[in-house]
């Protein structure tokens, strides 16, 4: 370690601290499923899942320490200090490393107050109150790490006053809201069908119908406005709306594989677009964790890169962590990797880079006869409300994290009263976004073309009347 400069050294510690500190936290409230680690034995392979998920997130914090402690470096030496390094200095260092990461903290807890309630600090105080109390704490380190280091000229000051802002400016460009931007539609075929089918979980018809009744008058398209499902849970819903059978019938219950084999296999749409077709198949679900199928479903490709448990654990990690879902989860991944782990269980989940990375692997499928399936759980998931959805509520910046937490909704079966007065049903606060964005989704559609050439279903795999 002698090699590296102290500020690099300092920053490195800094990273491990807060990296152990999350990782206890862990293992208090890790899920919604499991409540908490201890109630549970986990069997090796999820085990195995658990250290990689680990590794790879302290692999981030790593390269994390490495970046604030380079930038602390070139600060001092543009600051040109003159004394010799000390103790005092490496303790100057760690509170620098935790200002920057303070900084960054503040800047993502601004743009989504939902994960204010991912610390018990925070979760009854007002947002005002926990913004003013990050931003204090932040300035005191900062000042407190410029005591230590022994800054006295202002010009001295100015490179590390750099150095504290700049983690945080060049995080905002992975921040914002993606444009939707479909690729055009393929060339129409008549003897190779290409077929969208794209749900949006939980909005009820009485909302959803006028949007697209207004938005596709000159379609000829039908509407149904008598539509109901048997079994009002995502997974379930789907194996109805692709095979055409009851819940009795295509054996699946849960949210997760049935583990009977499907009575007709041959009756899934994609099954008989292969068939009869040739087709290729795509499976996008913006929820993975209980919403998803497989080339065993017959489906060639999926949106998704994990599946089930392994999603879940991601999207754990992902939020428990934080400062790694800003890194993971933005548009330069996709390219890079080619998958996404864009989840509206993540708390800076982007409902139009789904459908733009959904469409793109759309685009790419085979010539041939063509079908995707898309589930957007972006209403119905453990809501992270941004800024802007909760900003529509007067005096927002009064409540509390817990006062538009979704843990705060009745679920089904559960006492009405479970819900306070005060709280503010974050579905509601965010059905309006949802409302929008699927208009502008109809004239995005028309404007590349995917009318003229594919036959187009919206649906609600599951749309419940939700209580204010």
């Excluded at 003897?191 to 207004?214: M, Q, R, T, Y």
């Excluded at 692997?361 to 589930?375: I, T």
């Excluded at 929008?436 to 009347?465: C, M, N, P, T, V």
Aim: hydrophobic share 45%.
């Amino acid at each position: 370690m002698k090699f590296l400069s102290q500020p690099i050294r300092a920053a490195l510690l800094f990273a491990a601290v807060l990296f152990g500190l999350q990782s206890l936290q862990l293992l208090y409230a890790p899920s919604f499923y499991i409540a908490s680690l201890h109630q549970v034995r986990m069997p090796p392979f999820m085990v195995e899942s658990f250290v990689r998920h680990f590794a790879l997130i302290a692999g981030l914090y790593l390269i994390w320490g490495l970046f604030l402690g380079s930038l602390n470096t070139l600060a001092t030496r543009l600051a040109d200090a003159k004394t010799p390094p000390t103790w005092l200095h490496f303790f100057g260092f760690f509170l620098l490393a935790a200002s920057q990461s303070l900084t960054l903290y503040e800047l993502i807890v601004w743009e989504f107050p939902s994960v204010l309630g991912f610390l018990p600090l925070f979760e009854s105080q007002s947002l005002l109150r926990s913004y003013g109390v990050i931003a204090v704490l932040g300035f005191g380190l900062f000042l407190s790490a410029m005591l230590f280091l022994q800054v006295k000229r202002v010009r001295d000051l100015f490179p590390y006053a750099v150095a504290l802002l700049l983690p945080a400016l060049l995080h905002l460009p992975l921040m914002g809201v993606s444009s939707l931007e479909l690729p055009q539609a393929a060339r129409f075929s008549p003897d190779k069908p290409k077929v969208l089918l794209l749900g949006f979980d939980a909005l009820d018809g009485d909302s959803g119908n006028p949007v697209i009744e207004a938005r596709t008058q000159d379609l000829h398209g039908r509407l149904f406005n008598q539509a109901f499902t048997p079994l009002p849970s995502t997974h379930p819903a789907w194996h109805s709306v692709l095979s055409g059978l009851y819940p009795e019938r295509h054996g699946v219950r849960f949210f997760f594989d049935s583990p009977l084999e499907p009575a007709e296999p041959g009756l899934y749409l994609q099954n008989r677009l292969k068939k009869d077709f040739g087709a290729s198949t795509l499976f996008a679900s913006d929820q993975p964790e209980t919403s998803y199928f497989t080339a065993a479903q017959g489906f060639d490709a999926s949106v998704a890169p994990e599946f089930g448990w392994r999603a879940h654990l991601t999207s754990i990690f992902l939020n428990q962590f934080l400062f790694p879902a800003l890194w993971l989860n933005n548009g330069l991944v996709e390219k890079l990797w080619g998958y996404s782990l864009n989840s509206p269980s993540v708390f800076n989940y982007d409902l139009a880079r789904f459908f733009n990375f959904s469409f793109r692997k759309f685009s790419q499928l085979p010539e041939e006869a063509r079908f995707m399936a898309l589930h957007s759980c972006h209403l119905h998931s453990p809501l992270r409300l941004r800024r802007e959805e909760l900003a529509s509520t007067e005096g927002y910046l009064t409540l509390a994290p817990r006062d538009f937490s979704y843990w705060r909704w009745a679920k089904p079966g559960d006492p009405l009263s479970r819900s306070p007065a005060r709280w503010k049903n974050p579905y509601f606060l965010r059905k309006p976004t949802t409302l929008q964005f699927l208009g502008d989704l109809i004239e995005e559609l028309k404007a590349k073309h995917y009318f003229e050439g594919h036959r187009i279903a919206f649906l609600s795999d599951h749309g419940e009347r939700f209580v204010e």
